[in-house]
């Protein structure tokens, strides 16, 4: 079995370091561990234009700690991205020299857009493209990144506008009096009509950071109508109606009546003020706190990055395990014609019956080997060679098949002859897991039908075009030498097909004709006479 592939991402924001390990599987991604770190790049960044000595230590020792966390838990896919703290500071090569030789970590500096794209991708995922925001705010401890949706586009803007930036740029470092407030707001006022914000007022919005999620939770909000998972939320009124109790309490005050951290404490009134007066520039009225952020769109990114390596990866162990079974009948003088061309119409009715079968997809590869080899035991007996091709597909060399592989093939070869009911019984008297067991039985069924189709061993059946009529499967065939009065026996093997799948099992047969005449030369493929004849 495959070891799972594991994803880390690292969001170093200007308040905190972010960390994320994630597993993952065919159909999700897994959270396996997370874990947010209090060192606070911004520190003396933004007055001082570098990273103070101190935090850089602190820096290094939370990456070199994520480090061991990979190793732990065998991540072989990493993203580390730092943002506006990082990208302004002029000594910013020392920390990335130290994180790359002493953590082992490549960290990335990205700008304001692409940290604006990955906190747009992040909350579309969560909330869904029936339910795209007309606005997202991302406010960080250096910068405020807004994105706004004009019609089915996205204009994007990062502004410096982070907590940190004004709380060390202000001395904003307790309850903040209204003279300060009043700063904050015409700040943030004043960069906000750089933004093209458009005549749009109202509709959904989101608010992103550790800031909005904990603004969502003190003002309390019921959830927007529409938003699955019940995602918190705030009006800008009840936003408005709290700041006075937010902004005007100490640190010590905000840590023991909101529950913080002291370092979320020391920010959290000037979020306040920020998603306020953004909000209210913006025409928005509420915001809904999907909880999402920076290192959730680089773990989805990293996750997609590895399907698709997974893909190509699956293709091309595919294509070596058909040749290296090839190349076993070759040396046993086994003819294949016949067995690929039961591995043609197999591959055809796997992929054209997903909805049907429900099969994983990579299984397809052991039908298609199965359906290959199925028919090798004739070079040592034909009577009974079905026994002969399970035995010689277990002691076969073929690289790239694990036991429980080996074994699935070796049953598909051995259960395409005989009744439905030997068939039922051979597979389930198998050491095989019962999941596996019935992932065989539905192999085996397909199998079944894809020899039967060849019953005569001529290829006959050029196409197959699988369709669902009701309660039952339709093959519509072309064939080479149209209808026959044999054709009945096409689907002589459809019995574990109807049983396994609760369908009946239809053909209908045509030839395949030239396009008339009239049609432009330019027109592809070719056109089929009219069915003649139908079995059942």
Not at 50 to 58: R, S, T
Not at 151 to 166: M, N
Not at 210 to 230: E, M, Q, T, Y
Not at 480 to 487: K, Q, V
């Amino acid at each position: 079995m495959e070891a799972p592939v594991r994803l880390g991402a690292i969001d170093a924001g200007s308040n905190a370091i972010r960390v994320v390990i994630a597993e993952l599987t065919p159909t999700e991604l897994v959270r396996i561990e997370a874990e947010r770190v209090p060192v606070r790049l911004g520190h003396l960044a933004f007055t001082q234009g570098e990273l103070d000595p101190k935090v850089i230590d602190a820096a290094v020792g939370a990456f070199v700690h994520f480090r061991q966390r990979f190793d732990h838990h065998g991540v072989t896919m990493y993203r580390a991205v730092a943002t506006s703290a990082v990208r302004g500071a002029a000594n910013r090569d020392v920390l990335l020299h130290r994180l790359y030789h002493e953590a082992g970590i490549e960290l990335e500096v990205i700008d304001g857009d692409e940290e604006a794209r990955l906190v747009r991708k992040a909350v579309v995922h969560a909330l869904g493209t029936t339910t795209l925001p007309r606005a997202i705010l991302d406010l960080g401890g250096g910068s405020l990144e807004v994105n706004l949706r004009q019609g089915s586009a996205w204009r994007a803007y990062s502004l410096p506008v982070g907590t940190v930036r004004l709380l060390e740029t202000f001395g904003l470092d307790g309850a903040i009096a209204e003279a300060e407030a009043g700063m904050v707001r015409r700040y943030t006022a004043t960069l906000m009509h750089t933004i093209n914000r458009g005549s749009g007022t109202g509709g959904l919005a989101a608010a992103t950071g550790g800031n909005a999620d904990a603004l969502a939770k003190i003002v309390n909000d019921s959830v927007p109508s529409g938003i699955v998972g019940a995602l918190p939320s705030f009006e800008l009124a009840g936003l408005e109606k709290a700041l006075p109790m937010i902004v005007g309490a100490t640190v010590e005050e905000r840590m023991e009546k909101f529950g913080v951290k002291r370092d979320r404490a020391e920010v959290l009134g000037i979020a306040a003020l920020v998603f306020a007066t953004a909000a209210r520039q913006l025409g928005l009225t509420k915001l809904v706190a999907p909880g999402v952020g920076v290192r959730e769109a680089v773990l989805l990114e990293l996750a997609e990055t590895a399907r698709e390596e997974q893909i190509r990866a699956e293709g091309a162990h595919d294509k070596a395990l058909l040749t290296a079974a090839r190349a076993f009948a070759n040396r046993v003088d086994h003819d294949t014609t016949h067995g690929e061309h039961v591995r043609h119409l197999a591959r055809a009715l796997f992929h054209q019956l997903r909805d049907v079968h429900g099969l994983p997809e990579h299984r397809s590869v052991l039908l298609e080997v199965a359906a290959l080899l199925h028919d090798v035991g004739e070079v040592v007996n034909v009577r009974g060679h079905h026994k002969h091709s399970e035995y010689m597909i277990r002691w076969a060399r073929l690289p790239g098949l694990d036991d429980t592989a080996r074994e699935m093939i070796a049953l598909l070869a051995r259960t395409h002859r005989k009744d439905a009911a030997r068939v039922k019984q051979i597979i389930s008297e198998s050491t095989l897991p019962k999941e596996l067991r019935g992932q065989l039985r539905k192999l085996s069924a397909l199998l079944r039908v894809a020899d039967g189709l060849d019953w005569e061993h001529r290829s006959r059946v050029e196409q197959v075009v699988c369709t669902r009529m009701g309660e039952a499967i339709v093959l519509d065939l072309v064939v080479r030498d149209g209808p026959s009065r044999d054709d009945a026996q096409l689907v002589r093997k459809a019995d574990l097909f109807k049983e396994e799948f609760a369908v009946d099992l239809r053909v209908t047969v045509a030839r395949p004709v030239s396009p008339p005449a009239e049609v432009s030369s330019s027109s592809s493929g070719s056109s089929l006479e009219v069915v003649r004849s139908k079995m059942h």
